[in-house]
């Protein structure tokens, strides 16, 4: 089992190949759309991202942190004390989101994510 600064530093080393694909990812698109251009090709939207946001996804019932956690490392809802509710990871010992430790009151778990027989007892 890592220990917490292995898994920070596993987290910073996932994050910036994240945004490493991300701007390869903008290039490549860049490079398709003025190849596209220049062939004289009509203009195409197959390559436009469909954005996600929190509301696209259904969320289960709030739990509170002080009483159960969710599997490390699966995506939740988390309820701040200032009202927001971002989505967040519970690395099995401190919850992380928006690039930092957060301290939530609640949690709520994605429906999508949740065993089928949860399924049926959220509906």
């Not at 469909?50 to 995506?75: I, M, N």
């Amino acid at each position: 089992m890592k220990n917490v600064h292995e898994q920070r530093e596993e987290l910073a080393r996932l994050t910036r190949y994240a945004n490493q694909l991300a701007a390869d990812l903008a290039d490549t698109r860049a490079r398709i759309r003025l190849l596209v251009s220049s062939l004289g090709l009509p203009k195409i939207s197959l390559f436009r991202p469909h954005a996600h946001g929190p509301a696209d996804f259904r969320f289960g019932p709030a739990f509170a942190v002080t009483e159960t956690q969710p599997e490390p490392w699966k995506s939740v809802r988390l309820h701040l004390a200032d009202g927001s509710m971002p989505l967040g990871v519970w690395t099995g010992f401190e919850w992380w989101s928006q690039g930092r430790v957060q301290h939530p009151s609640h949690w709520q778990s994605i429906l999508s994510e949740m065993p089928p027989s949860e399924h049926a007892e959220a509906s």
